[in-house]
């Protein structure tokens, strides 16, 4: 009786471990973008330029608008900002 118990014990454990990775969703990039919210962030822009500060707000088609903003070209800090709005142009 205690073998088949184990073996019940040992088929629900893996089971059970395993479970968590089939049901989590997978995340989409909008998920990632709504978990950093508020967040620190780096936005780097095709140009080269970066900006680092805390991320406030995004719509739909990825513009941005950041807070406590720090501008650098080429690694250097070039401008400090309260307030900056990234806008995509496709």
């Known amino acids: 009786m205690t073998g088949r118990n184990d073996r019940f014990r040992h ?3 893996m089971a059970t ?10 995340k989409t990039p909008s998920d ?8 620190p962030v780096d936005v780097k822009l095709n140009n080269g330029v970066e900006y680092k500060g ?5 719509d739909g088609f990825m513009n ?8 650098y070209q080429n690694g250097q800090l070039k401008a ?10 496709s």
């Open 17 to 26: 471990e395993t479970l968590p990775m089939m049901t989590t969703k997978k």
């Open 11 to 13: 088929i629900w454990n």
């Open 32 to 39: 990632f973008l709504k978990s950093v919210l508020g967040r």
């Open 54 to 58: 805390v991320l406030a707000c995004l």
């Open 80 to 89: 400090h900002a309260l307030h900056l709005g990234v806008q995509v142009i």
């Open 64 to 71: 941005i608008a950041m807070e406590q903003t720090q501008e």
